[in-house]
């Protein structure tokens, strides 16, 4: 069983910057990938990042390459996403989610069993 209680959510203008957070609490975080997904209003949930259980490996949806961060802390049970260069269209609700499957790494938001309850994020231009 896994908690996750995300963080560091709000408003932000356009190109500015938020770092996420997600608290998490069960031992199946230090084996499990992590992963970030949004859902903007009207639309289906989307992929945006994951890291694998050591860090090691990492991915992110093309719309985010090169301006969003993930990464984890496996000692304060935390993962993270930077986001800097924010756009209005990366305005959702962001959730964090911990991957079924221990020691495997996917995108897809069917293989994830635990999720946090969403923050909102707001960029305006």
């Known amino acids: 069983q896994v908690q996750l209680v995300e963080s560091g959510g709000g408003l932000v203008l356009a190109g500015g910057s938020l770092r996420l957070s997600c608290a998490a609490s069960?031992?199946?975080?230090?084996?499990?990938?992590m992963g970030w997904f949004r859902q903007a209003p009207g639309k289906e949930r989307e992929f945006v990042a994951v890291i694998s259980w050591s860090g090691g490996s990492t991915s992110y949806a093309d719309s985010v390459k090169g301006r969003f961060t993930i990464s984890r802390d496996n000692v304060k049970n935390t993962v993270y996403l930077q986001m800097n260069s924010l756009k209005p269209e990366d305005t959702a609700v962001y959730y964090c989610a911990a991957d079924r499957t221990s020691h495997a790494i996917h995108l897809a938001p069917s293989q994830y069993e635990y999720w946090g309850q969403g923050i909102q994020v707001t960029v305006s231009s």
């Open positions: 069960g031992r199946a975080f230090r084996t499990n990938a």
